[in-house]
């Protein structure tokens, strides 16, 4: 029970790795607030997961919806602890011409924005309490860059620079900043892009598999506690060998 008393958000959590993460983190003792852009989804996810469980109408791409946030888990909790950004969408599989702007602007919007925003909405809290883990989920195309992925992976790719910045704001504060770089996981969002784009990434793990939400979760969960104290800006391969560095 490492999170008994800890107070976290989990952004995308009503389903995939998201809800993997949040039932986690509750398991271990956290109260969590499932915050997410379908309301219905998170109530089902929250009242799957149990009474340490909230869920949360979130836009992650607008500011005041994080302030809400913000004030929803501390109102009912009184502390935050840890935020972990997730939410994402990976966007159409196509090459860079033939994609819209719009296209472009929506997945950096919830992917790198959304991120932005979360971070900038809880560390004056964590801040003031002198503790607090921040885990972003980028991911191996933010490192290698994946074809016919452009908004996706240039997203991702600011992600791991956002977390290396940001946690040298903090680094004498209190505050831990890390993200992780999934390959392939079996969630939903597999059902935005294509299969023979699916068979590309599944094609570059060295493990000859895609990864499972509960292994994100496991290692984000290691993240978001106190055992983690001198690693901070740090990228977290979890690609079954494909980047691992």
Not at 10 to 34: D, F, H, S, Y
Not at 90 to 96: D, F, H, I, K, L
Request: charged share 20%; aromatic share 4%; with cysteine.
């Amino acid at each position: 029970m490492r999170f008994e008393g800890r107070t976290a958000i989990v952004t995308g959590a009503a389903r995939g790795i998201g809800r993997a993460i949040a039932a986690r983190l509750a398991a271990e003792g956290a109260r969590v607030l499932i915050a997410d852009v379908d309301e219905g989804a998170a109530t089902g996810a929250a009242d799957a997961i149990g009474e340490h469980a909230q869920a949360h109408r979130l836009d992650v791409t607008d500011a005041a919806s994080w302030t809400a946030a913000v004030e929803r888990a501390t109102g009912a909790w009184g502390r935050l602890d840890i935020l972990v950004n997730n939410a994402g969408i990976a966007g159409r599989s196509a090459p860079t011409w033939e994609l819209a702007v719009e296209e472009w602007q929506q997945v950096i919007d919830i992917d790198l924005t959304g991120v932005f925003l979360g971070c900038r909405a809880v560390l004056p809290a964590m801040v003031a309490a002198g503790s607090g883990r921040i885990v972003n989920i980028a991911s191996i195309a933010g490192k290698e860059g994946n074809p016919n992925a452009v908004p996706y992976s240039a997203a991702k790719a600011g992600v791991i620079g956002l977390t290396k910045a940001v946690a040298k704001e903090v680094a004498t504060l209190g505050v831990v900043v890390n993200c992780v770089t999934p390959a392939v996981i079996e969630t939903p969002i597999l059902q935005q892009v294509s299969a023979e784009h699916v068979r590309y990434m599944t094609s570059r793990i060295p493990m000859g598999r895609v990864g499972q939400p509960e292994e994100v979760a496991a290692l984000v969960a290691f993240l978001c506690s106190d055992e983690v104290t001198f690693s901070t800006g740090a990228v977290f391969d979890l690609s079954g060998g494909r980047a691992t560095y």
